[in-house]
Every structure is written in C-alpha cells, then in structure tokens.
C-alpha cells in the first residue's frame, strides 16, 4: 500500500522530504523490491537528501535487509 501511495504522490507532482524516503525504503526491503529501492535511493540522491541521517540509516538499512534475503541481487 505504501509503495501505491508514493507511486501516486510522484505521479501528481509531489516531491518526497527526507521523511517520507525512509518509510518507502522500508516497505521496499519488506516486499524485497529492490530495484524500486534503487529507484528511490537515486530520487532521494538527485533531491540532495543524501545528508539526512534518517536517509542514509534506511539506504544502508534497505541494503542489508535484502542481502540477509538473500534476494539474488548480491
């Protein structure tokens, strides 16, 4: 659900902050989709929230949780 709604907030225009990010990043390593996380870790790059702590704690999060997975991507 929470990927749609990000999908529908990008769509209309709607830029994410450095709080939205995390919660997109979380729902991305629950559902082991990890090309839409390298999607939005590079929308979050070229929106410079690459300095947010929140931020960088969920990329690496993100990261991690599918190479525990073991999702082939590793």
């Not at 990000?6 to 830029?15: F, H, P, T």
């Not at 902050?17 to 790059?45: D, E, M, R």
Request: charged content about 10%.
């Amino acid at each position: 659900m929470s990927l749609l709604l990000y999908r529908q907030m990008v769509c209309a225009g709607l830029l994410p902050n450095q709080f939205t990010i995390p919660f997109v990043l979380k729902a991305c390593a629950t559902k082991l989709c990890y090309w839409v996380g390298v999607s939005v870790h590079a929308q979050s790059f070229k929106l410079g929230m690459e300095s947010h702590a929140c931020v960088q704690n969920a990329i690496l999060t993100d990261l991690g949780f599918m190479e525990f997975n073991d999702c082939g991507v590793f």
